[in-house]
């Protein structure tokens, strides 16, 4: 008997380019979503781009959030029902679209996202990360229904969180081939199509790295495009899946090991190199993965990271422990192989 059944969900409207942010409100109103919004943002990008946002839907209320954490979660449900508001709009970086993604998923509400920076593809993806006790991967959530990523903004953001955007996109290469290895040997389910998308999608962003630049609005635009393009791979597999391997869990393991140390973009990156080493030994591929890093600019090792070598191997050592995700790293790499695979590609 056939019992396949999928139920892709993905953003209505996604309005990238120069000077968008002005658009906002005319790609939410298509929607008919109905009612006034609350806008969640943090410092930087309050001044940069929500309160003109804010402007656009009569002076609609903005609430200021620091970290990522599920007391902002609650805190920004408190506000939604203290200003009676009907739908959420995150403008901001990565934290800002996760805790108001997270807020609105829990209130059953419409979510906007109004990237300020290309981090990651968390900006577009139906995927919510706040650290919930030992937890730091993605759940899943509500993607949002409107996408608004103003170029001109994008353009103008710390380079680095570009660089980290580029870098969570290369790593798309070792995350297939995590997924693919769990297909053959756990029975995994696997979707060619998201797959060959996700691939696809860091094989552009590689092709094109010269022209990804600090400065060059077309660099925002090709980064943008990527992220959107990962956050549809992943909603077509239902999981995070086409977009994070061993590579994320090696991250999220130093983000509890050293939190706040380096963006989730460059950590993903960089252990990716050693993740493709462990997959092809020494046949050159993990120095296609360092050298598409270093072309880009973003880092390439632990110490670029701001990590010790030994935070770094003791990721690798316990990784595959936090999640029910079979990869390359099986039942946990040896501190010994560990070790030599991150020397021998550079990264400690
Ligand atoms: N939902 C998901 O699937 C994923 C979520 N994440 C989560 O995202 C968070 C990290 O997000 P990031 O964007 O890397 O960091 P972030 O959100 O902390 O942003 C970094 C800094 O850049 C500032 N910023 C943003 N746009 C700016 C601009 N245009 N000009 C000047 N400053 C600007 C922000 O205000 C912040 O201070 C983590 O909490 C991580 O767990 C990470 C990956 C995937
Ligand atoms: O960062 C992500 C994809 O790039 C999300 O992956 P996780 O589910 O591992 O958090
Ligand atoms: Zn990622």
């Avoid at 805190?75 to 508001?85: C, G, L, N, P």
Wanted: glycine fraction near 10%; aromatic fraction near 4%.
């Amino acid at each position: 008997m056939f019992d396949k059944r999928a139920w892709i969900r993905l953003p209505r409207n996604v309005v990238v380019g120069h000077g968008v942010l002005s658009e906002t409100a005319a790609a939410v109103g298509e929607l008919h979503l109905g009612g006034t919004p609350l806008v969640v943002t943090s410092p930087t990008p309050k001044e940069l781009a929500a309160e003109s946002v804010a402007e656009q839907f009569d002076g609609a209320p903005v609430v200021t959030v620091d970290e990522a954490s599920f007391s902002e979660v609650e805190r920004v449900m408190d506000e939604v029902e203290d200003s009676e508001a009907s739908f959420l709009v995150g403008v901001g970086g990565g934290k800002v679209i996760d805790i108001a993604k997270m807020a609105s998923d829990e209130l059953d509400m419409g979510f906007v996202s109004v990237p300020t920076a290309a981090s990651h593809d968390g900006i577009v993806s139906g995927r919510g990360s706040v650290p919930e006790g030992d937890t730091r991967h993605s759940v899943a959530a509500e993607p949002p229904l409107v996408v608004v990523a103003d170029t001109g903004i994008i353009a103008d953001a710390p380079w680095r969180l570009t660089t980290a955007g580029c870098a969570d996109i290369i790593s798309n290469y070792t995350a297939v081939k995590d997924w693919e290895l769990a297909h053959r040997l756990k029975n995994v389910e696997y979707s060619e199509y998201a797959g060959a998308l996700s691939r696809m999608t860091a094989e552009m962003l590689v092709d094109n790295a010269d022209s990804i630049r600090p400065g060059l609005e077309e660099s925002a635009w090709l980064v943008v495009k990527a992220l959107v393009s990962s956050g549809v791979a992943m909603s077509i597999a239902g999981s995070s899946r086409p977009a994070s391997g061993a590579e994320h869990l090696i991250s999220h393991q130093l983000d509890r090991i050293a939190p706040g140390t380096a963006l989730h973009g460059h950590q993903v990156g960089v252990a990716s190199v050693v993740t493709e080493y462990l997959h092809s030994g020494d046949m050159g591929r993990w120095q296609n993965v360092h050298d598409a890093l270093a072309a880009i600019g973003a880092p390439t090792n632990a110490e670029e990271l701001g990590h010790s070598a030994e935070d770094f191997v003791e990721a690798m050592t316990t990784a595959h422990e936090i999640r029910d995700r079979y990869t390359i790293l099986g039942n946990g790499v040896s501190e010994e192989a560990a070790i030599e695979a991150a020397t021998v590609t550079g990264v400690i």
